[in-house]
T-cell receptor
Framework: AQSVTQLGSHVSVSEGALVLLRCNYSSSVPPYLFWYVQYPNQGLQLLLKYTSAATLVKGINGFEAEFKKSETSFHLTKPSAHMSDAAEYFCAVSDQSGNQFYFGTGTSLTVIP | EAGVAQSPRYKIIEKRQSVAFWCNPISGHATLYWYQQILGQGPKLLIQFQNNGVVDDSQLPKDRFSAERLKGVDSTLKIQPAKLEDSAVYLC?????????????FGNGTRLTVT
């Protein structure tokens, strides 16, 4: 069975600082990996996805993530945090068939002015 | 393209009452999902449809929850009778392909409060 672990339920960064949100997956075969963002009272919005092409994936709003098979990780980064980045971020994994789509427990990002 | 539509946005009911949520996926999306998101947690899959057939309902509490997607388009999720622990946001999502690389597109959810 697939699973994802997000280390750190709360992360605070200063405006302009590097954002690093951690995600590790558990899978016996290379999975598909996704990052979603959720703003208050809204649904989840896709930031980026890894589907076995390039290991460094660029997404919307300046975010990117790197797939590292040796570390079973898919950490999300952004070089410079903006106040508008404050939200809940979810890592998700899907298997090859698409019949299993699992979300992590989420990381709440706070950006300090 | 129009996104995933859900209604109502908010619902407050008393325990033991029944409630229904409606979802209209993105046009042409064959796969539809219902997730339950309890405050502070990640979404938990309740049921997945492929067209009008159920792919996975292993985590649906079938004694009180039911869902249908009769014509392979819109879907309803019902809870009867509701319990206090059903208070959550119910998210509907759809995807275009059955393969695992297709991202999910989410609606804004229905926030249910059971008192």
């Amino acid at each position: 069975a697939q699973s994802v672990t997000q280390l750190g339920s709360h992360v605070s960064v200063s405006e302009g600082a590097l954002v690093l949100l951690r995600c590790n997956y558990s899978s016996s075969v290379p999975p598909y990996l996704f990052w979603y963002v959720q703003y208050p009272n809204q649904g989840l919005q896709l930031l980026l996805k890894y589907t076995s092409a390039a290991t460094l994936v660029k997404g919307i709003n300046g975010f990117e993530a790197e797939f590292k098979k040796s570390e079973t990780s898919f950490h999300l980064t952004k070089p410079s945090a903006h106040m508008s980045d404050a939200a809940e971020y979810f890592c998700a994994v899907s298997d090859q068939s698409g019949n299993q789509f699992y979300f992590g427990t989420g990381t709440s990002l706070t950006v300090i002015p | 393209e129009a996104g995933v539509a859900q209604s109502p946005r908010y619902k407050i009911i008393e325990k033991r009452q029944s409630v229904a949520f409606w979802c209209n996926p993105i046009s042409g999306h064959a796969t539809l999902y219902w997730y339950q998101q309890i405050l502070g947690q990640g979404p938990k899959l309740l049921i997945q449809f492929q067209n009008n057939g159920v792919v996975d309902d292993s985590q649906l509490p079938k004694d009180r929850f039911s869902a249908e997607r009769l014509k392979g388009v819109d879907s309803t999720l019902k809870i009867q009778p509701a319990k206090l622990e059903d208070s959550a946001v119910y998210l509907c999502a759809s995807s275009s392909l059955s393969g695992g690389s297709s991202p999910l597109h989410f609606g804004n959810g229905t926030r249910l409060t059971v008192t």
